[in-house]
T-cell receptor
Framework: DQQVKQNSPSLSVQEGRISILNCDYTNSMFDYFLWYKKYPAEGPTFLISISSIKDKNEDGRFTVFLNKSAKHLSLHIVPSQPGDSAVYFCAASANAGNMLTFGGGTRLMVKP | ETGVTQSPTHLIKTRGQQVTLRCSSQSGHNTVSWYQQALGQGPQFIFQYYREEENGRGNFPPRFSGLQFPNYSSELNVNALELDDSALYLC???????????FGQGTRLTVV
């Protein structure tokens, strides 16, 4: 039973355009959500997070949106850069703790 | 300030053997979590240690065990290795129950 799902295994975007990565969850106990980026042969790197008391959080080119009623979150990257090409994981936790449940990942390719 | 480091980076073991993986947490972090990432999937939570005590466990059998030492470094032990244990094992450290966890580069375990 996958509690966190990333339904798009891959996404290709032109440099300078917006990248939108989506994530759905089923567990109503999740109250904190995180996005990680992973390059080959490296561990996941923390990117941005959002608490369930908010619906939006921005950090530079990265914005995360949370729709609690739909149990859906998305990561927007604007403008996309070739260096953003990586696998992006959505993760969720309950009680704002750090035992994370991850989605399966979306491979983002930003073309020059 | 040093980040999370794991050793070894790669390991090949035979089915039925035992393996020990090691992790040094980031300076100031007293919580260590271990994850298993199979090929093409997201990381799966194995267990977490906080101040030398197991603080939570995912859906993994008892042959997966761990330790945390007074300096907050940690070990993951897997007994009676099976072919399906082949995966990338990730260690993450955090400060207490802060949601943002910081990952090491992982240990790639291959069971033959």
């Amino acid at each position: 039973d996958q509690q966190v799902k990333q339904n798009s295994p891959s996404l290709s975007v032109q440099e300078g355009r917006i990248s939108i990565l989506n994530c759905d969850y089923t567990n109503s106990m999740f109250d904190y959500f995180l996005w990680y980026k992973k390059y080959p042969a490296e561990g996941p790197t923390f990117l941005i997070s959002i608490s369930s008391i908010k619906d939006k959080n921005e950090d530079g080119r990265f914005t995360v949106f949370l729709n609690k009623s739909a149990k859906h979150l998305s990561l927007h990257i604007v403008p996309s850069q070739p260096g953003d090409s990586a696998v992006y994981f959505c993760a969720a936790s309950a009680n704002a703790g750090n035992m994370l449940t991850f989605g399966g990942g979306t491979r983002l390719m930003v073309k020059p | 300030e040093t980040g999370v480091t794991q050793s070894p980076t790669h390991l090949i073991k035979t089915r039925g053997q035992q393996v020990t993986l090691r992790c040094s947490s980031q300076s100031g972090h007293n919580t260590v979590s271990w994850y298993q990432q199979a090929l093409g999937q997201g990381p799966q939570f194995i267990f977490q240690y906080y101040r030398e005590e197991e603080n939570g466990r995912g859906n993994f059998p008892p042959r997966f065990s761990g330790l945390q030492f007074p300096n907050y470094s940690s070990e993951l032990n897997v007994n009676a290795l099976e072919l399906d244990d082949s995966a990338l094992y990730l260690c993450a450290s955090s400060a207490g129950q802060e949601p943002e966890a910081f990952f090491g580069q992982g240990t790639r375990l291959t069971v033959v």
